[in-house]
């Protein structure tokens, strides 16, 4: 026969006799229950220039970023987004040298908020993650999915199979944004030990690392010392590249078929043997994709 199966129900947690503060505590005492990585405890309760205080301040020291987390029961309302992105400035303002996300936690992200993280996420690395309390067999369970998992861009012109049309120079990037060439490079550097065909090109809107025609890997400037990293594998190899990313602090967004995330080249430089493997995870894909289409044909 097979086995059992056993139906859980979501339940309140206020209704359990339970409230924020205890909500707290259990992230306070293992703040990877977030699933956002080996993350630390900094503060609880952190007062803010802005008379609040600021629930739980987590980080991830081997990768230098801060997490200014909001905690509340029941479903996503106005005043908690903004107090979320009011205190994730404040931190970012006090540690500019340091990667900063916003991280709100709720028991339900309606989607009419959803809708407005999201489009906030264009802008803000915000981080949306849904808590439930689940029971089962008699037991009750702490439940956390993350339902909008970091910074993502708007344009899809990422990762294209041509060139884009525009190409610049190094020197006309150093002027325009040294932090993106860095990265590129430190990367490029990595890469190339592994797969010696790899070119750096540098484009209008981005650097492009390419083997031959085809785009491996592509660096966007953003308005800080990170470089906006994306590139392309295929659906078997997606969640053990996300994992690899989450091991080391940073947070990876899939999204239309790219690996997106925000990386320094102090980053890149401190996990050199992480990155290199990112080589023949995306040279492997796109000969996998390659070999199937030639198949199919």
Not at 25 to 33: M, N, R
Not at 183 to 211: H, N, R, T
Not at 247 to 276: C, D, H, S, Y
Request: hydrophobic fraction near 40%.
């Amino acid at each position: 026969m097979p086995e059992e199966i056993s139906i859980s129900k979501t339940l309140s947690i206020r209704n359990c006799g339970l409230d924020e503060y205890w909500l707290q505590e259990q992230i306070a005492a293992d703040p990877s229950i977030l699933g956002l990585g080996s993350l630390e405890l900094v503060r609880r309760e952190k007062r803010q220039s802005s008379g609040g205080r600021l629930d739980l301040l987590l980080q991830n020291p081997e990768a230098d970023t801060m997490y200014e987390v909001e905690v509340m029961l029941g479903g996503t309302d106005e005043s908690h987004i903004i107090r979320t992105i009011e205190y994730w400035d404040l931190e970012k303002r006090r540690y500019p040298q340091r990667q900063h996300y916003a991280v709100l936690v709720a028991e339900t992200v309606t989607r009419r908020f959803f809708n407005v993280i999201q489009l906030l996420s264009l802008s803000i690395p915000i981080v949306a993650v849904q808590v439930n309390l689940i029971e089962a067999n008699g037991k009750k369970v702490l439940h956390f999915t993350k339902v909008l998992d970091s910074y993502e861009e708007p344009e899809d012109e990422i990762l294209s199979s041509g060139e884009p049309n525009e190409v610049y120079s190094e020197e006309a990037w150093l002027k325009k944004s040294p932090a993106t060439v860095a990265c590129a490079k430190s990367f490029f550097k990595l890469v190339k030990s592994v797969l010696p065909e790899l070119e750096l090109k540098y484009f209008k809107f981005g650097l492009g690392i390419y083997m031959g025609k085809r785009c491996y890997f592509w660096f966007k400037h953003k308005e800080s010392d990170k470089s906006l990293f994306n590139f392309w594998v295929d659906g078997t190899r997606v969640e053990q590249t996300k994992k690899l990313l989450e091991q080391v602090g940073l947070l990876p967004v899939w999204k239309n078929e790219a690996i997106r995330v925000l990386v320094a080249a102090k980053t890149v430089e401190a996990n050199a043997e992480m990155f290199k493997q990112f080589g023949p995870l995306v040279d492997e894909s796109w000969r996998s994709d390659k070999a199937g289409k030639e198949s199919n044909s």
